[in-house]
């Protein structure tokens, strides 16, 4: 299991915030974890003041594994109509944890103090991908839910989220693409200044 818990404690006197916005409007207020200077100009670590959470759409069909347990694909809710159109639900139920659901730029979080991680409510996502070097991400579950007589399931992430920004020529931060190769370097620099404070 990852050894990152999200800490909500933080004191956020001590931590300087920026908030990124999206073509939408919508906004997601994240703590400065490191900067470094660049040729041109100021790169940025960043990571949500709030919880991140990934909402997963079961499919309906089942087949039972060789150990008895039923199996189902699970599929990650990407698109913002959809998330949109299942928000009341998922909002609804949260709130019975205590848990208040946003719609924020870039993911979907929430506010509140998480339920203690217990190991049974773990899950595993393995990622599709062509690319080797992806790992898997565990999730900690939060709560299941039906809407419209279809299962979803919603998780926050063990493994902190993180965006790589630049100021840009206006002032302004905007999200750079880590893929980038020079970004690659700039983000290796980050996350390597990041581990040894």
């Known amino acids: 299991m990852s050894s990152f818990e999200y800490n909500q404690e933080r004191d956020s006197e001590d931590i300087d915030r920026v908030t990124l916005s999206d073509e939408k409007g919508s906004t997601l207020d994240c703590y400065i974890e490191n900067a470094v200077e660049g040729n041109d100009g100021t790169y940025l670590l960043l990571m949500p003041v709030d919880v991140p959470v990934v909402i997963l759409s079961w499919d309906g069909e089942e087949e039972d594994s060789s150990d008895g347990y039923e199996i189902s694909n699970a599929v990650l809710l990407e ?3 959809e998330i949109e159109e299942i ?10 944890l205590d848990l208040t659901l946003k719609l924020t730029a870039f993911t979907v979080t929430l506010t ?10 773990v899950l595993t996502l393995e990622v599709d ?3 080797p070097s992806i790992d898997s991400e565990e999730l900690q579950f939060l709560k299941d839910f039906y809407h419209n007589k279809h299962k979803y399931s919603i998780y926050t992430p063990l493994s902190p989220l993180l965006f790589l920004a ?7 931060i905007e999200l750079v693409s880590p893929e980038d190769k020079q970004m690659q370097v700039i983000l290796e620099e980050l996350l390597f200044d990041e581990m040894e404070e």
């Open 129 to 131: 991908s062509d690319e």
């Open 166 to 172: 630049k100021y840009n020529l206006l002032g302004k």
């Open 112 to 121: 509140g103090e998480l339920p203690p991680i217990e190991d049974d409510g």
């Open 79 to 81: 698109d913002p109509t």
């Open 87 to 96: 928000f009341a639900d998922a909002k609804a139920v949260l709130a019975e």
